[in-house]
C-alpha cells in the first residue's frame, strides 16, 4: 500500500511569514499533485510536479519534486490569510489510475 | 454551470437505512471516483469507474454499491448504513489518457450524518 505522510498536519503562523509543508512516501509515483481544501468544499488542483527535481512557482507558492521521486514540498512566501486551508498531496503511479492522497496539513495564517 | 455536481449536499438517517447519492460531470471525462473524507480530513478512495467499467474496488465493505448508468454518472447506494459511515463523500473525475492519471476535479461533497 502507498502512503503518503504530510508534515506537519497543523500549522498556524502570523501573516507574513514562510513556510513549508512536506510530503513524504517510500513509493515512487509518476506524478505528484497539490490540492487546497477550503470548508464546505472539494480539493481544487493547485499544481502537478512530473520530474524528478522540478521546481514550480505559482505566485508565492513554490512546490518542488523530489529527485527520486518519493517526496514533494511546498513552500510559501510571505503568507496572507486567504492562503488558509487544507492543503493535500497526492501522488499516481503509472497506470495506477487513481491518486493516494496525504493525510493533509491543516494551515492557518492569522492577521 | 457545475463542472461536477453531487446530490444531496447534506444526508441526515437514521442506522439500518438506506440511501444514496448522485453525481454528475459535464466535462466529458472518462474517469469518476468516490472518496471518502472521514472526520480528520483523509482523502481515502473507494471506487473508480473508467467508462462505465468498475476499475478500482478498494475493499469496500459490500454494503457500498456504485452504479455508473454512463461515463458522465456515478451513483453510490449504501445499504444499512452505520454510525462509522459518517464522512462527507466526494465524487471527483479525470481524464486517464496514456495510464497517467490527470487533475481531479472535485464535486462539493454530500455530508452523511448516520444517528
Known amino acids: 500500500t502507498q502512503l503518503l505522510e504530510q508534515s506537519p498536519q497543523f500549522l498556524s503562523i502570523q501573516e507574513g511569514e514562510n513556510l513549508t509543508v512536506y510530503c513524504n512516501s517510500s513509493?515512487?509515483?509518476?506524478?505528484l499533485q497539490w490540492y487546497r481544501q477550503e470548508p464546505g468544499e472539494g480539493p481544487v488542483l493547485l499544481v502537478t510536479v512530473v520530474t524528478g527535481g522540478e521546481v514550480k512557482k505559482l505566485k508565492r507558492l513554490t512546490f518542488q519534486f523530489g529527485d527520486a521521486r518519493k517526496d514533494s514540498s511546498l513552500h510559501i512566501t510571505a503568507a496572507q490569510p486567504g492562503d488558509t486551508g487544507l492543503y493535500l498531496c497526492?501522488?499516481?503511479?503509472?497506470?495506477?489510475?487513481?491518486?493516494?492522497f496525504g493525510q493533509g496539513t491543516r494551515l492557518t495564517i492569522n492577521p | 454551470d457545475t463542472a461536477v455536481s453531487q446530490t444531496p449536499k447534506y444526508l441526515v438517517t437514521q442506522m439500518g437505512n438506506d440511501k444514496s447519492i448522485k453525481c454528475e460531470q459535464n466535462l466529458g471525462h472518462d474517469t469518476m471516483y468516490w472518496y471518502k473524507q472521514d472526520s480528520k480530513k483523509f482523502l481515502k478512495i473507494m471506487f473508480s469507474?473508467?467508462?462505465?467499467?468498475?476499475?478500482i474496488n478498494e475493499t469496500v465493505p459490500n454494503r457500498f454499491s456504485p452504479k455508473s448508468p454512463d461515463k458522465a454518472h456515478l451513483n453510490l447506494h449504501i445499504n444499512s448504513l452505520e454510525l462509522g459511515d459518517s464522512a462527507v463523500y466526494f465524487c471527483?473525475?479525470?481524464?486517464?489518457?496514456?495510464?497517467?492519471?490527470?487533475?481531479?476535479?472535485f464535486g462539493e461533497g454530500s455530508r452523511l450524518t448516520v444517528l
Open positions: 471527483a473525475s479525470t481524464f486517464n489518457g496514456g495510464g497517467r492519471t490527470g487533475e481531479l476535479f
Open positions: 469507474y473508467n467508462n462505465k467499467e468498475l476499475i
Open positions: 513509493s515512487v509515483f509518476s506524478s
Open positions: 497526492a501522488g499516481a503511479s503509472w497506470g495506477a489510475q487513481k491518486l493516494v
